[in-house]
């Protein structure tokens, strides 16, 4: 049975605001700040529980190993001797943003038959960069089953950013859809992440029909106000396609295309004289998990969408209106927020039957209420980044991310060498 799973990031023990991400407003604005790690991962977890009392499956991707030794090491360097930008490089907890773990393209769309995945190589910004390794490792143990394919990155120089940048329409999830990767060019203030030879290598790897991918250029203005990936603008679930007017650079030609390949789509769009960029990218609208419930297309919207006068006001009326979007949760994860990681951010979609993944990768209530005592238990209150050298903390937070592991059973994870 196909099943949509959402795979939501752990908040990892390190969770802290040292504004490594050009680009992301949210993450620079807030750089130096005292973050709240044991907040920041029961707040997902809260998210979580919310998502299961909708009828959704769950699942979960663990915390890195933090900091990373092993890329320091590769660096010729430690945690004691390294600047202050390399150390907190090698702390930083954003493997939490799964978002950005993998592209992944359903069973029904790829001409082998298999569920693919291509782990994302985040190339562009070096705290993301060696994400990679410990995403396989999880990648490979949690997708171990032959109904699965899982790929290395895309080498560089060409960046890939995972599902941030690909959506996926679809009559029904179990059913072949169109896929659509979203690509950057160079050029603007802020960098571009997703190089359009790495969507390319994705879909080939994918073994997708290329007559049912679509290639679509970002908007050059999205970018340059904030968007620093296509799901700060975007989002798509089934035939439903939720985006801000200034999302593409070529929306009509993306449009027509759409409408060719899929009549059924119901594009949703938002005007700019109705919510402005600078207001979807400030409340993260987009950044909704625009997911199928019992009620219909329900979108899970951060708190910071019903605090936006604009964007409250435009939800209301689509509703009122009988649009496609049937029903508006919300959800409060402002410290994920804080670093410009909203509900899409935190999760991975995965097709798939939930019978062919590894179970201890999957949730219910009483496995979230064992991690929320671990967290409770083991994760540091605050973190100031100036503190991110204290050996103490270090210690702290490795041992609360052995203390997960081990509470679910997933010691083996990082040992076992799964990097081909
Ligand atoms: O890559 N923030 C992440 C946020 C990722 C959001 N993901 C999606 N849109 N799918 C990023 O910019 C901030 C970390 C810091 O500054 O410490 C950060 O990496």
Redesign the pocket.
């Known amino acids: 049975m196909q099943t949509e799973i959402n795979f939501d990031g752990i908040v990892g023990p390190s969770h802290?605001?040292?504004?490594?991400?050009a680009?992301?407003l949210a993450?620079?604005h807030n750089?130096g700040r005292i973050s709240h790690p044991r907040a920041a991962a029961l707040e997902g977890l809260a998210k979580m529980r919310a998502n299961l009392a909708l009828g959704l499956t769950q699942g979960i991707l663990l915390p890195h190993r933090r900091p990373d030794h092993r890329w320091l090491a590769s660096l010729a360097t430690d945690h004691a001797r390294a600047t202050p930008l390399l150390r907190?490089q090698a702390m930083?907890?954003?493997a939490m943003?799964a978002?950005?773990a993998a592209t992944v393209s359903p069973a029904p769309d790829a001409a082998d038959g298999r569920c693919h995945l291509t782990v994302a190589n985040?190339l562009t910004?070096p705290?993301?960069s060696h994400e990679w390794p410990e995403t396989l490792a999880q990648l490979r143990l949690a997708f171990a089953d032959p109904a699965f394919a899982v790929h290395a990155p895309v080498p560089p120089p060409f960046g890939d950013?995972?599902?941030?940048n690909h959506m996926r329409l679809c009559p029904s999830h179990g059913a072949p859809g169109v896929e659509v990767f979203v690509y950057t060019i160079a050029g603007g203030p802020f960098p571009a992440r997703q190089h359009p030879e790495a969507s390319a290598a994705v879909a080939r790897r994918h073994a997708l029909d290329p007559a049912k991918t679509l290639f679509v250029e970002q908007s050059p203005a999205a970018i340059a106000a904030g968007a620093?990936?296509n799901?700060?603008v975007a989002v798509a679930n089934e035939r439903v396609l939720f985006a801000h007017e200034q999302a593409f650079a070529e929306r009509e030609t993306f449009y027509a295309d759409l409408r060719r390949l899929m009549p059924a789509v119901e594009i949703v769009e938002v005007p700019a004289a109705e919510v402005s960029l600078a207001d979807a990218i400030a409340s993260y609208l987009f950044?909704a998990q625009l997911v199928t419930t019992r009620d219909g297309p329900t979108l899970i919207v951060p708190a910071e969408a019903r605090a936006n006068a604009a964007v409250w006001r435009w939800l209301e009326r689509h509703r009122a209106g009988n649009g496609p979007i049937r029903q508006v949760e919300v959800v409060d994860v402002k410290q994920s927020m804080a670093?410009?990681?909203?509900p899409?951010?935190l999760r991975l979609r995965v097709v798939a039957d939930p019978a062919r993944v590894d179970p201890r990768f999957l949730v219910d209530v009483e496995k979230i209420a064992l991690i929320e005592d671990v967290v409770r238990r083991c994760w540091p209150e605050t973190i100031d980044p100036a503190e991110l050298a204290d050996p103490a903390l270090v210690a702290a937070i490795e041992a609360a991310h052995r203390a997960l592991l081990d509470a679910l059973d997933l010691s083996d994870c990082f040992t076992i060498n799964h990097v081909a």
């Open positions: 802290n605001y040292a504004g490594l991400s680009g992301n993450a620079t750089a907190a930083s907890a954003s943003w978002a950005n985040l910004m705290h993301r950013e995972g599902a941030a620093f990936h799901d700060v950044n670093n410009g990681g909203g899409a951010c």
